[in-house]
Structure formats: C-alpha cells, structure tokens
C-alpha cells in the first residue's frame, strides 16, 4: 500500500518560513500531480498549491500566490511545500495528496478520501 507522508511542520511566528515536505514510499511522486491542502479548526478545507506531472505547471490559492512555492525533487522521491511571510491565518494541519493523475484538473476539490490518497498530515501554527 502506497503511504504519502508529511513533515515539516512547526511552530513559527508571523513573517517566519517553513518548508514541508511529503513523501511516498512504494510510488514514484514524479510521475503523478501533487497537491497541498490545508484545514484549520472550524474551516473547510482548502486547496493550496499543485504540481502537475505532465508539464510541471503549479498552481496555488490566491490567499497564498507570492508567498509559498511547490517544487519536486525527483532524486529524493519528495514534493516541497515553501512557505514565507507566514501569517497567523496561514495555521492549520497541512496535507499533501493525490488522485494519482499526472495533472492538477481538479486538485482545489481534493481526490478521493482515504489512505491511499491523503498523508496524515502535519501541523503548522504561526503565532508570537
């Protein structure tokens, strides 16, 4: 079973950067689109950011556009997550995920729940 892994996560105050990263075992990342979601207490789920396998376009909410970038790293099997200025309203656990296609059509509604699409996700909270 494929298991899609995050790190990275911490604690940091508004303006800091942090870099996630998701990894997988058993599946080569470089081969499908990639994306990163995020959900705070009390709100839905938010699509961040996506890479797409077949091109390498990305893509990313406006509330993040200028601050976070996605970026693969085929050698280490890995997707990154940069994140500068980070603002209070940036807080919530962070999930990368994928539907296992090589585009991002429609990674703002997110894949399939499930193990198999979704990592358990890491906790990132920016406060002083």
């Known amino acids: 079973q494929v298991q899609l892994v995050e790190s990275g996560g911490a604690l940091v105050e508004p303006g800091g950067s942090l870099r996630l990263s998701c990894g997988a075992s058993g599946k080569t990342l470089a081969y499908y689109a990639i994306g990163w979601y995020r959900q705070a207490p009390g709100k839905e789920r938010e699509g961040v950011s996506c890479?797409?396998?077949?091109?390498?376009?990305?893509h990313y909410a406006d509330s993040v556009k200028g601050r976070f970038t996605i970026s693969r790293d085929k050698a280490k099997n890995t997707v990154y997550l940069q994140m500068n200025n980070l603002k209070p309203e940036d807080t919530a656990v962070y999930h990368c995920?994928?539907?296992?296609?090589?585009?991002?059509?429609?990674?703002?509604?997110?894949?399939?729940?499930?193990?198999?699409?979704w990592g358990p996700g890491t906790q990132v909270t920016v406060s002083s």
């Open positions: 995920a994928t539907d296992w296609g090589r585009v991002c059509s429609t990674w703002r509604s997110g894949p399939p729940p499930g193990s198999d699409y």
């Open positions: 890479i797409s396998s077949s091109d390498g376009n990305t």
